[in-house]
Nanobody, 119 residues
Framework: QVQLVESGGGLVQFGGSLRLSCAAS????????MGWYRQAPGKQRELVAE???????NYADSVKGRFTVSRDNAKNTVSLQMNSLKLEDTAVYYC?????????????WGQGTRVTVSS
């Protein structure tokens, strides 16, 4: 059993910053991927950013240059620093951790934390 606990969401003004954090615990010792997805009202869940256990990152084009994902492998935590926030960043953000065993990905999800960007 895996638990992902997020923190750091909230209300922020346009152009402001926010930092999300997520801690993984449970039966899996380490995850190949850790990162963040988001889902805005009426839209599908989408990748925001993720980082592999080796440090390779992948960002959605819409957040490149504004968001930074980082992880602490020893603590099984992942963070998302969000700067220059835009109205369209408003969404529920989900922490994701995934194993990659024999190229088969298995995803685990947090409960979600809401980020609201106001004008």
């Amino acid at each position: 059993q895996v638990q992902l606990v997020e923190s750091g969401g909230g209300l922020v003004q346009f152009g402001g910053s926010l930092r999300l954090s997520c801690a993984a615990s449970g039966s899996i010792f380490s995850f190949y991927f850790m990162g963040w997805y988001r889902q805005a009202p009426g839209k599908q869940r989408e990748l925001v950013a993720e980082v592999t256990i080796g440090g390779r990152t992948n960002y959605a084009d819409s957040v490149k240059g504004r968001f930074t994902v980082s992880r602490d492998n020893a603590k099984n935590t992942v963070s998302l620093q969000m700067n220059s926030l835009k109205l369209e960043d408003t969404a529920v953000y989900y922490c994701n951790a995934a194993t990659n065993i024999r190229w088969v990905r298995e995803d685990y999800w947090g409960q979600g934390t809401r980020v609201t960007v106001s004008s």
